[in-house]
């Protein structure tokens, strides 16, 4: 399994940015994003169950970002609205090792994007 994503960018505060992820190989399942600032730990963002209805937010992005995913195929998007300064990072894409739904804010990946950058100027 490959995850290709893309639409990182600058922006400045209070704007938007939409993050896109397609994966290829087999069907993936749980698929979400994590984010990595400098000098910090990667942490979770949001993730999305296989059919869409069930999503997971970090609490530091609830209402803001929007996750999606077009039902039965490898795709996520990430919708980012209302930029702050210290939601610049490197996001990334990522799919559950496994397919049961925990709604707890992480995940397991078990495959994961390279990476793109967003950053938000004040």
């Known amino acids: 399994v490959q995850l290709q994503a893309s639409g990182g960018g600058t922006v400045q505060a209070g704007g938007s940015l939409r993050l896109s992820c397609a994966g290829s190989g087999r069907t993936l399942s749980i698929m979400g994003w994590f984010r990595q600032a400098p000098g910090k730990e990667r942490e979770f963002v949001a993730k999305i169950s296989k059919g869409g209805r069930s999503k997971q937010y970090a609490d530091s992005v609830k209402g803001r970002f929007i996750i999606s995913r077009e039902t039965g195929k490898n795709t996520v998007s990430l919708q980012m609205n209302s930029l702050k300064p210290e939601d610049t990072a490197v996001y990334y894409c990522?799919?559950?090792?496994?397919?049961?739904?925990?709604?707890?804010?992480?995940?397991?990946?078990?495959?994961w994007g390279q990476g793109t950058q967003v950053t938000v100027s004040s």
């Open positions: 990522a799919s559950d090792q496994v397919s049961a739904w925990i709604p707890v804010q992480t995940m397991n990946p078990g495959y």
